[in-house]
DNA sequence: GAGTGGTCTAGACCACTAA
DNA sequence: TAGTGGTCTAGACCACTCG
């Protein structure tokens, strides 16, 4: 599946870090022997060090080489486009998910849907609310409108596991990339019972609009964090052309 | 300055973007028609491409052509290591900067950022408390500590316009990454009071450890907003690579 | 089949860092 | 000066999309 060589590098040398053979502030090889020791040519490596560097994983330094700056401790929820299953499983995170309701309803209902996905109000959506608990306490709602059209098979008994391996394993498609917005919102009285309860009132919210890799906007998700729970990392980079 | 070729493509092509001259769903012409347009490799034109595409302007598609996805709307203090003066220019805000205090401090004072920054607790620090004014309220409390000695002659002057500016361009630093953690806090009774009151109030929080291209940790910086204007928008990508 | 993007190569020249 | 990463090239072969 990942078979290219830049992948197979990436894949090697990232793992390493993560696994702590490579420390933080450890130089990795410099390229000429990375070269020598997978036997590709160097632009190669240089595109697997470069996805490195773009994930946060090292720092290149000219004339110097490349240092690990990861470091697990400002790991977490990331800013990726990762399923709330995927975060459970990566993070051994012991979180039960249940599916309130399933509908299939028509876009002219929700028009903020409508906008986000750039769709027609007779177009056909899955609606699927989902609480995710930590023992009693509900810490999550989510809410999730899919495009009938492209997942028409999508049923209640796959939202309650893993909607994401549905798509990609079952289905085939490729889900590439998202736009979110995170604000800090009052509770409904809906959300409050959902909740039950909560102090502060407000939940900390984070709406996405998720596209597969032809570029189609199939999702809308509004996920209602308990605000006292709630923490989003990020890495970013400064960007490197100017005006 | 940015004399690369495959920069000049990359800010020409997004400047046509960003202008509106290419619009949402465009294609992008072939790469094949803009190596013979910039007279470049190939592979120099897809570098360009490759960084329009990380950065959120571009989907590429096999087969098929690079289409625009880069949509005005969804913009915003966007997931970016930029500087609150370079936010309000790009938006045309109307805020104000007040500096609060500005002190030399020891870092064993403030274990946090002894611990965020990796430092000995006889380190100097500059502190520095900024808030942010639209009109009359304050939206914003910044508090940050930089490293005394890699910028000796910062000045409560220099802090009232922007330190951004004055690391990169009058000290020569390269600002290059950051981790952040955004979470929803209460308030602190001081914080209460200069934001002078704030329903609710909590605060949506912004903890940044900021590093240089050499991978030095030099900035710690708490961003305070008041959560009823807060907003953070992010553009990711789903990791392309799996285990 | 023609056109598109994806991967990979071998080699060149440059700018930067460090001893 | 030797070693490092940064940019760029010309060409190859592949997988995918679409008419």
Not at 78 to 101: A, C, G, R
Not at 181 to 189: C, G, N, Q, V
Request: proline share 3%; hydrophobic share 35%; charged share 20%.
């Amino acid at each position: 599946m990942n078979s290219n060589k830049y992948r197979m590098i990436y894949q090697e040398l990232s793992g390493k870090i993560i696994s702590g053979e490579y420390q933080q502030h450890d130089q990795l090889p410099s390229e000429n022997l990375l070269v020598k020791q997978y036997q590709v040519s160097r632009e190669t490596v240089r595109k697997a060090l470069s996805l490195l560097q773009t994930n946060g994983f090292i720092q290149k330094l000219k004339g110097k080489g490349s240092v690990v700056i990861y470091n697990e401790s400002m790991n977490f929820p990331v800013s990726q486009l990762i399923s709330f299953e995927e975060i459970k499983e990566s993070l051994n995170m012991d979180y039960v998910t249940h599916v309130e309701s399933f509908d299939k309803v028509h876009a002219s209902d929700y028009p903020a849907v409508m906008t986000a996905l750039k769709i027609s109000g007779n177009t056909e959506l899955f609606k699927v609310v989902r609480t995710r608990r930590k023992g009693e306490t509900v810490n999550i709602i989510d809410t999730d409108y899919f495009l009938v059209e492209l997942m028409p098979t999508l049923t209640k008994e796959i939202a309650e596991q893993s909607i994401y391996s549905y798509i990609e394993n079952q289905l085939g498609l490729v889900i590439s990339f998202s736009n979110k917005a995170i604000t800090f919102e009052p509770m409904t009285t809906a959300e409050l019972e959902l909740f039950n309860g909560a102090s502060p009132p407000y939940a900390a919210t984070v709406r996405s609009i998720v596209h597969l890799s032809n570029a189609v906007a199939f999702q809308y998700n509004i996920s209602k964090h308990r605000a006292s729970e709630f923490k989003f990392v990020d890495f970013s980079r400064r960007p490197t052309i100017k005006k």
